[in-house]
């Protein structure tokens, strides 16, 4: 199954989504910021971000932008979960680099298809998980 790093500074959200993805098999990663999860990405390579736009230290547009530009990160997708709803707000997120923008409140379902179509359970952490 693919890792994924949550990325989502409201504590209850996070939890949530957190167990209900783990729930379906998948190993996840958390981050309460967007350093922390610049950090994480360096720490465990994931298959997918799930990644909230409104974070404090460094936003969402600026996290995406950062892994885009870096040849190790630019091919990790990059799912928007937001409360941003603007179509301005999903133009911007996409001009950054994102591979999927969702809306809040979490629909469980977009999420678990975002995940199928951009990190398969054949991606590296499941080759890792294989070899190792």
Do not use: N
């Amino acid at each position: 199954m693919p890792r994924i790093l949550l990325v989502e500074d409201d504590a209850l959200s996070r939890d949530m989504a957190a167990r209900r993805l783990r729930s379906r098999g998948f190993a996840v990663d958390l981050a309460g910021d967007g350093r922390e999860a610049l950090q994480r990405v360096d720490l465990h390579r994931p298959d997918l971000i799930v990644l909230d736009l409104g974070l404090p230290f460094l936003d969402g547009w600026e996290v995406i932008r950062r892994l885009k530009a870096d040849p190790r990160t630019r091919d990790i997708p990059v799912v928007v979960l937001t409360a941003y709803t603007t179509p301005q707000d999903e133009a911007r997120a996409v001009e950054a680099g994102c591979d999927a923008f969702l809306t809040k409140p979490l629909r469980f379902w977009q999420l678990l298809a975002a995940i199928e179509v951009l990190a398969p359970a054949s991606g590296p952490a499941a080759a890792r998980a294989e070899a190792g």
